[in-house]
């Protein structure tokens, strides 16, 4: 599903943020990618999004290598995968039905359609009876969850998450990685930035870890400790 294979990351005025990192994810795995604060997390899954590019290497996600696709075939790149923020970035003046559906009604769905999926994705999340609550009406796990609903309403083959569970508390990281097992347990490839090393440790899942831009180690699943 996603494979790198030497890819490095300069910006402008020489700071570096990825140096020759390689790696390859199985479709239907879960993996976590960890490392220091500034060690090229984000960066990483931005270049997967292709809101970012490589400066150098390739980046091949699905079959299609974003190295040498052009910009206007983004949008359709970004429509197969879904993304967790740990902000949330719920509108504040819709309602959670209308958050969730938002990727649906860009895609110019039907809105027979559209109910049907929000309601299934909201199930799915356990926020089926939050579907007419506004978003400040909610807690933060539940906002989170909300955002989960949004990242797969579509049924994307690929779900990214950075820092999901950055603003909550053990319980609620705990639920949401759950969550996220279940997801990858129905075929979609999930990966997960995340500093919570506990956690991380209790799913025993692979474990790429990143430092200073580079691909430090490479934890099978089982394996960490």
């Known amino acids: 599903m996603i494979t790198f294979e030497r890819v490095s990351k300069h910006y402008p005025g020489g700071s570096r943020a990825l140096a020759d990192v390689s ?3 199985e479709p239907g795995s879960l993996v976590f990618l960890t490392g220091h604060s500034g060690a090229g ?11 970012e590019r490589a400066s150098r290497g390739q980046v091949i996600v699905d079959g299609r290598n974003l190295s040498q696709c052009p ?5 359709a790149v970004r429509r197969n995968t879904g993304m967790i923020f740990q902000d949330h970035k719920l509108l504040r003046d819709k309602t959670v039905s209308d958050n969730v559906a938002l990727p649906l009604m860009i895609a110019g769905l039907k809105y027979a359609d559209i109910r049907k999926r929000v309601r299934a994705a909201l199930d799915k999340v356990g926020l089926l009876h939050k579907e007419k609550a506004w978003p400040l ?9 909300v955002g989960v609903a949004r990242a797969i309403v579509s049924m994307p083959p690929l779900l990214l998450a950075d820092e999901p569970t950055g603003n909550l508390d053990p319980n609620l990281s705990r639920e949401l ?12 490839t999930v990966l997960i ?4 090393l506990d956690l991380i440790r209790q799913t025993r899942k692979r474990v790429l ?4 831009g580079r691909l430090a180690d490479d934890i099978p699943a089982g394996e960490a400790s």
Request: glycine share 8%; proline share 2%; hydrophobic share 45%.
């Open 137 to 145: 009406t909610l807690s933060g796990g539940e906002q989170q969850r």
């Open 177 to 188: 990685f759950a969550l996220f097992e279940q997801i990858s347990e129905q075929g979609a």
């Open 209 to 212: 870890v990143l430092s200073g």
């Open 193 to 196: 930035a995340s500093h919570d």
């Open 23 to 25: 790696f390859t994810i």
């Open 71 to 75: 910009d206007r075939l983004a949008p």
């Open 41 to 51: 997390k984000s960066t990483l899954l931005r270049l997967v999004m292709m809101l």
